[in-house]
């Protein structure tokens, strides 16, 4: 199976803040990945998905990019609603795994 | 508006049985492939199974292979998670979720129910 590697675990960050969260594959997945937002006891939300093509709705202050075995997601500034866990998802194969996601935290 | 409603939660114990459902509306259901991903308590997210538009193709993580069984009736525009032999990891929050962006391989997962809550324990 894919196996996806988040980090960090967790990000404390400001609001206004440029935020980087990495997913890395153990093998190639072309581009095939996907974002999600989670907050406490809700169901995740979708962000991105194709590493880099924004899920309509979605704010402009997110974007995706990387592909092969590399990947980024960046908050341009963070805001308010965006403390929350991030989850990368890899669909290039029939495991369809998850990272292990990543905390952002207000610092 | 997409919506995804499971049904279902129960406290069973090991080795006992449960039947999951999720109700879906406000698209057309027999176009799209729907899946079960579970998130047990204060972890990530993990697929479980997921069944194709029409049925005819099923897959399942290695972890539920053989004990939990994916189907649908696309008459009723529900799709079902028998869930055998469960054991205390098999606890978690298990999502209804619909596929979108097939490759051929795999798909990601475009809109999610709220959830429910499968509990394992004597």
């Given at each position: 199976d894919i196996q996806m590697t988040q980090s960090p675990a967790t990000l404390s960050a400001s609001e206004g803040d440029r935020v980087t969260i990495t997913c890395r594959a153990s093998q190639s997945i072309s581009s095939w990945l996907a974002w999600y937002q989670?907050?406490?006891?809700?169901?995740?939300?979708?962000?991105?998905?194709?590493?880099?093509?924004?899920e309509s709705g979605v704010p402009s202050r997110f974007s995706g990019s990387g592909s092969g075995t590399e990947?980024?997601?960046t908050?341009?500034?963070?805001?308010?609603d965006d403390f929350a866990t991030y989850y990368c998802q890899q669909y290039n194969s029939y495991s369809r795994t998850f990272g292990q996601g990543t905390r952002v935290e207000i610092k | 508006e997409v919506h995804l409603v499971e049904s279902g939660e129960g406290l069973v114990q090991p080795g006992?049985?449960?039947?999951?459902?999720?109700a879906a509306s406000g698209f057309t259901f027999s176009s799209y492939a729907i899946y079960?991903?579970?998130q047990a308590p204060g972890k990530g997210l993990e697929y479980v199974s997921g069944i194709s538009n029409d049925g005819g193709v099923t897959s399942y993580a290695d972890s539920v292979k053989g004990r939990f069984t994916i189907s649908r009736d696309n008459s009723k525009n529900t799709v079902y998670l028998q869930m055998g032999s469960l054991r205390a990891d098999d606890m978690a929050v298990y999502y209804c979720v619909r596929g979108q962006g097939w490759n051929g391989a795999g798909t990601y997962f475009d809109s999610w129910g709220q959830g429910t809550l499968v509990t394992v324990s004597s």
């Open positions: 989670q907050k406490p006891g809700k169901a995740p939300k979708l962000l991105i998905y194709k590493a880099s093509t924004l990947f980024t997601l908050i341009s500034s963070l805001q308010p | 006992g049985s449960l039947k999951l459902s999720c079960w991903v579970r």
